[in-house]
């Protein structure tokens, strides 16, 4: 094993292990929001986040999406190149906002946000991109400990001015005060980002980067966009079809299927930049077996964790939420999906192929748009969590597709990718007809616990003695 890919896995186990903990202190405080907010509220903050994260991808560019392919073409100047990108992005979201500002009435009423609200998004939006250019770029060096820490006091600044604001307002104002505190934080990390990238990289603009981020990045602007929309476009077209509260129901139970999310997410990220490592050297052996393992495991955690998650979840939540408990499984296996097809994208944007990114994606999303007009209005808000499923199986297949046709060396092992798929997609569907029988539920978690264990004691065991030898000492 070389120094480089021991130092990933480190920064990788450990950057996962500390994000899905530090994130997990969303779930963890449910319950506190859950009684001081109403599923209106929920819903409130649900509409708010959601155009949020579709409005960042224009705010952004997409920059942090090319920014790993960057730091190879771009070695000796990265730094140069990230102040670059960020200065020329803060000028762009400067003249985005004051053309939008005189029609902020106008866009109010289109998004049901608040006018004080919507200027509140915007500061977000501008501050976001400095503090996600840095994120990506710490990742790409593996410095897990600043990224880590970076996003534990988002987290943590959140929670604390949410709640200082929740009970300094009145009941009426309680999901606005949720939503400022919330973007306080982004603001504050924002400002620090901008100045550490600054300090790094001068503040300049140069033809070079911004040119080389137009080619890359602005093809993959309508596949944000339309990621955007497969993730949150389900929530927007519940408040309009649907109801408000069922909007809050499907929000908090969307955050608590995403804590599985995070996990996927977080190991995708660690994986990133080690799988680069590995295509620079044409190591296609080494990135297959690492696939196929890394696959099994996040598909035997998705089962597990569809098994465990209604007691978990009313653990969390007060007995008003507990509907959005079925949410949890279709959810879930989309997290799985979308795991699957990152492994295909890092190809598309490691060989500079972005345009097919956002064909994709754009057919994604028109046909989840058009399932959930079909039947949302009919089944109700239920229905978007199989809509979005859908979806994304859907841009799998696409990618895998796309995948075949521009690289023609084999990296991943296409039979075992679709049977991990298909064998985890059949038990959760199975899960869903004994999701009410507890005792059902928990014989299978300790019969794929203890197979799982059995097949992997050797690796167990040399962990188990590993840590047994530095207790004794």
């Given at each position: ?78 730094n140069q190149y990230l102040s ?284 989840n748009i058009i399932l959930n ?101």
């Amino acid at each position: 094993m070389t120094g480089n890919t021991k130092e990933a896995i480190k920064a990788g186990t450990w950057y996962t292990i500390s994000n899905v903990a530090i994130k997990s202190i969303g779930i963890i405080t449910a319950p506190i929001f859950t009684r001081l907010l109403t599923t209106d509220d929920y819903g409130q903050v649900t509409n708010f986040t959601s155009w949020q994260a579709i409005l960042f991808v224009i705010f952004g560019l997409c920059a942090d999406y090319v920014t790993g392919r960057a730091k190879i073409d771009f070695e000796n100047t990265f730094n140069q190149y990230l102040s670059s990108i960020q200065s020329f992005i803060l000028i762009f979201d400067i003249v985005l906002f004051v053309v939008l500002v005189p029609f902020y009435q106008q866009i109010s009423i289109l998004l049901e946000i608040d006018p004080i609200l919507l200027f509140a998004m915007c500061g977000a939006l501008i501050f976001s991109t400095p503090l996600n250019l840095f994120q990506t770029k710490l990742r790409f060096e593996y410095k897990y400990k600043e990224n880590v820490f970076i996003t534990f006091s988002s987290i943590l600044g959140s929670i604390l001015f949410s709640l200082f604001f929740i009970y300094l307002t009145n009941k009426e104002y309680r999901a606005d005060a949720r939503i400022i505190g919330g973007i306080i934080p982004i603001m504050i990390l924002g400002t620090y980002c901008f100045f550490s990238i600054i300090r790094k990289g001068a503040f300049t603009i140069k033809k070079e980067y911004f040119s080389y981020m137009f080619k890359y990045a602005l093809p993959i602007i309508p596949h944000g966009l339309a990621m955007m929309a497969l993730a949150q476009i389900g929530r927007i077209m519940i408040v309009k079809y649907d109801c408000m509260s069922n909007a809050g129901l499907f929000g908090i139970g969307e955050s608590f299927a995403t804590i599985f999310f995070l996990l996927t997410l977080s190991i995708q990220n660690a994986w990133q930049p080690w799988f680069f490592d590995k295509m620079k050297t044409q190591n296609h052996r080494e990135i297959r077996l690492g696939t196929n393992k890394l696959t099994s495991y996040i598909a035997i955690g998705t089962i597990l964790y569809i098994l465990v998650a209604p007691e978990a979840f009313k653990l969390f939540t007060n007995s008003p939420f507990w509907d959005a408990i079925w949410l949890i499984p279709p959810i879930a296996l989309a997290s799985f999906y979308k795991f699957l097809y990152g492994y295909f994208i890092n190809i598309e944007l490691y060989l500079k192929k972005t345009l097919y990114i956002p064909i994709a994606t754009i057919l994604c999303a028109i046909v989840n748009i058009i399932l959930n007009l079909i039947f949302l209005p009919q089944y109700g808000y239920m229905v978007t969590a199989y809509t979005a499923l859908v979806s994304y199986l859907f841009l799998f297949i696409f990618h895998w597709i796309v995948y075949k046709k521009i690289y023609k060396k084999q990296v991943f092992d296409g039979k075992i990718l679709f049977l991990q798929l298909f064998i985890c997609s059949c038990f959760i569907l199975f899960i869903l007809l004994i999701y009410e029988n507890i005792t059902l539920r928990y014989i299978l978690v300790a019969i794929i616990t203890g197979i799982t264990c059995y097949i992997n004691k050797k690796s167990l065991s040399a962990i188990i003695k590993k840590y047994t030898k530095r207790f004794v000492r």
